[in-house]
């Protein structure tokens, strides 16, 4: 497969609306090449401004992608995030993108049985992967602190998944953890070792997964988010620990075996 | 209009170079902006063994700048000679490879191991801020040695990188001079850290790091405009260099080369916009050669 050319550009945006209290959505409009080459877990560096403070870019992850454009959703953090969220329709943002290795969909077939794991603002990405997802399009498992806090449950819903949630404080769902949850779900499942499973969330839902699935002998797909500095990987900023070395969330990753990283 | 500069055997079509660890070893950028267009590409430092480099976190943003611990993580010598440096020659830039080591016969193996094609002059890193150690540029005698043995076995032009942790970074700048030195390099990154309030511990894995980035800029100008005065070999500038105008100044201040760093991240094309925007000033203004106003801020120098 030849190699992608990193593309730098500017992109109009199309809309930039509240969607939760600190929460927003993105629509930017996209050229044809970026759409062709974009794969689900990947993700856009943005400068969100014209000054030097903030100084580095925000890396968000691409969360759907529509005919002409694709949407990204961030939660208002800092300085970054808050000047973006300012941003209004038809002005441009000067993007570094699609990037990283996304996931893989190698074993995208029809009757493969998918169990996507999200851990609050995890579940973003995943949505471009259930797009992408041949049938069955899968169980989502999204998991968060309250009912308020499920992100994009009727958007996987819409693409054909199936959708169940926890929340730590019971108003949606089971009550308790997303993983929780997964372990009453694999345990019923036949065939284990068939499933493809798929995760995004913090660092600790990663970590306690990891347990869950090596107790079962399984492994999963995990996109990994960090702090970046050049986004293209040549600074080595955002270096994880893995199984063979440090490697770059932004250029390796932000897609690992779950096994490999930890 | 000319901004060709000569530094010993090293000749760059315009002042404009990459400071290294930003640039990695151009392959990336080379499929954003033309490397033809940029003076050279300094690459990011090798070590004569593969290094791990230090535990995450590594960089953490602050107020116009960021502070790195990367720990000069890298391949190692025999890597860069058989899978970078081919890719390098394709540029159609000028290559500075950047160098450290840790004793006198990694000095040693990097000079010679680097005497080949392909290597147009070296950058010996003698500051590096993230090696849980003393640095070599804050100790003369150590410098002094370093500088010699990397002088005496190599035959490419020498440009030594100063550190901007010191008392007097223009006494380091003359013992680089002194051993044979045919440039310095300045600045390195600034001692510094930042805590993580939610976590109640140092933001970076390593506790402190380099700080880069627009923050320094002035800073690093003084240091610059100093040495200046101090030496007769010319000047590698860096220290949070945005545009050409901050590129201007340190030329101003005595720099015959500027160096792009932390700002590569945030814009992908600076080090070709600082190249045409040096060009464009000299046009405007009617100035024919960029040594005219190298050190044009300073008073007459004999």
């Given at each position: 497969m030849p190699e992608m050319k990193i593309i730098n550009k500017k992109y109009r945006v199309l809309e930039n609306k509240k969607i939760a209290s600190n929460r927003f959505m993105m629509k930017l409009a996209v050229c044809k090449s970026f759409l062709k080459i974009c794969k689900?877990?990947?993700?856009?560096?943005?400068?969100?401004?014209?000054?030097?403070?903030?100084?580095?870019?925000?890396?968000?992850?691409?969360h759907k992608v529509n005919a002409s454009s694709i949407d990204i959703i961030y939660d208002v953090k800092g300085k970054g995030t808050t000047i973006l969220s300012s941003k209004k329709k038809n002005s441009f943002l000067d993007i570094v993108g699609p990037l990283g290795n996304g996931f893989n969909l190698n074993n995208n077939?029809?009757?493969?049985?998918?169990?996507?794991?999200?851990?609050?603002?995890?579940?973003?990405?995943?949505?471009?992967?259930?797009?992408?997802?041949?049938?069955?399009?899968?169980?989502?498992?999204?998991?968060?602190?309250?009912?308020k806090e499920v992100v994009c449950k009727h958007e996987f819903k819409k693409i054909g998944c199936s959708v169940k949630i926890a929340t730590d404080?019971?108003?949606?769902?089971?009550?308790?953890?997303?993983?929780?949850?997964?372990?009453?779900?694999?345990?019923?499942?036949?065939?284990?070792?068939?499933?493809?499973?798929?995760?995004?969330?913090?660092?600790?839902?990663?970590?306690?997964?990891?347990?869950?699935?090596?107790?079962?002998?399984?492994?999963?797909?995990?996109?990994?988010?960090?702090?970046?500095?050049?986004?293209?990987?040549?600074?080595?900023?955002?270096?994880?620990k893995t199984e063979s070395g440090y490697k770059r969330v932004c250029k390796d990753g932000p897609v690992f075996k779950l096994s490999e990283v930890f | 209009m000319n901004s060709k500069i000569k530094i010993a055997k090293l000749e760059l079509r315009n002042p404009v170079v990459t400071a290294s660890g930003t640039f990695g070893y151009g392959k990336e950028f080379s499929e954003i902006i033309d490397l033809k267009d940029i003076g050279a590409?300094?690459?990011?430092?090798?070590?004569?063994?593969?290094?791990?480099?230090?535990?995450?976190?590594?960089?953490?943003?602050?107020?116009?700048?960021?502070?790195?611990?990367?720990?000069?993580?890298?391949?190692?010598?025999?890597?860069?000679?058989?899978?970078?440096?081919?890719?390098?020659?394709?540029?159609?830039?000028?290559?500075?490879?950047?160098?450290?080591?840790?004793?006198?016969?990694?000095?040693?193996?990097?000079?010679?191991g680097l005497n080949v094609a392909g290597v147009d002059a070296l950058e010996l890193n003698l500051s590096c801020p993230n090696l849980n150690k003393k640095i070599i540029a804050q100790n003369k005698k150590l410098t002094s040695q370093a500088v010699y043995l990397v002088?005496?076995?190599?035959?490419?032009?020498?440009?030594?990188?100063?550190?901007?942790?010191?008392?007097?970074?223009?006494?380091?700048?003359?013992?680089?001079?002194?051993?044979?030195?045919?440039?310095?390099?300045?600045?390195?990154?600034?001692?510094?850290?930042?805590?993580?309030?939610?976590?109640?511990?140092?933001?970076?894995?390593?506790?402190?790091?380099?700080?880069?980035?627009?923050?320094?800029?002035?800073?690093?100008?003084?240091?610059?405009?100093?040495?200046?005065?101090?030496?007769?070999?010319?000047?590698?500038?860096?220290?949070?260099?945005?545009?050409?105008?901050?590129?201007?100044?340190?030329?101003?201040?005595?720099?015959?080369?500027?160096?792009?760093?932390?700002i590569n991240f945030v814009n992908t094309t600076s080090c070709v916009e600082i190249a045409k925007g040096i060009n464009r000033y000299l046009d405007k203004n009617k100035i024919k050669t960029l040594k005219q106003i190298i050190g044009c801020a300073h008073e007459k120098k004999n």
């Open positions: 689900p877990g990947q993700f856009i560096h943005i400068k969100v401004s014209d000054s030097l403070d903030p100084f580095l870019r925000r890396p968000i992850s691409i077939k029809n009757k493969i049985p998918k169990i996507l794991i999200a851990g609050g603002m995890g579940a973003a990405p995943l949505v471009f992967l259930a797009q992408r997802f041949k049938k069955p399009k899968g169980l989502v498992l999204i998991g968060a602190r309250t009912k404080d019971g108003t949606e769902g089971i009550k308790g953890s997303v993983v929780e949850l997964f372990k009453r779900v694999i345990t019923s499942v036949e065939n284990k070792a068939k499933v493809e499973i798929f995760a995004c969330g913090p660092e600790v839902m990663l970590k306690s997964l990891k347990n869950i699935l090596k107790a079962n002998r399984l492994d999963a797909q995990v996109s990994l988010e960090n702090f970046m500095g050049c986004g293209i990987g040549v600074c080595l900023g955002c270096a994880v | 590409v300094i690459t990011k430092t090798i070590t004569v063994y593969p290094r791990e480099g230090n535990p995450a976190p590594r960089i953490v943003e602050t107020p116009s700048g960021m502070i790195n611990s990367i720990g000069l993580e890298n391949k190692g010598l025999d890597d860069f000679l058989k899978n970078k440096l081919c890719s390098l020659k394709k540029f159609k830039t000028k290559v500075i490879v950047s160098i450290a080591g840790f004793c006198n016969e990694d000095f040693i193996a990097l000079s010679k002088r005496k076995y190599s035959k490419k032009t020498l440009i030594v990188k100063l550190s901007p942790n010191v008392s007097d970074i223009a006494e380091f700048a003359s013992v680089a001079e002194d051993c044979g030195a045919d440039a310095v390099s300045l600045v390195n990154t600034f001692y510094a850290m930042a805590i993580d309030i939610g976590r109640k511990k140092p933001a970076l894995g390593n506790i402190i790091g380099g700080l880069s980035g627009p923050a320094i800029k002035p800073i690093a100008l003084k240091m610059v405009f100093d040495v200046f005065k101090k030496v007769k070999i010319p000047i590698i500038a860096s220290g949070g260099i945005a545009d050409v105008k901050d590129a201007l100044e340190f030329i101003m201040a005595g720099a015959s080369v500027v160096s792009a760093g932390s």
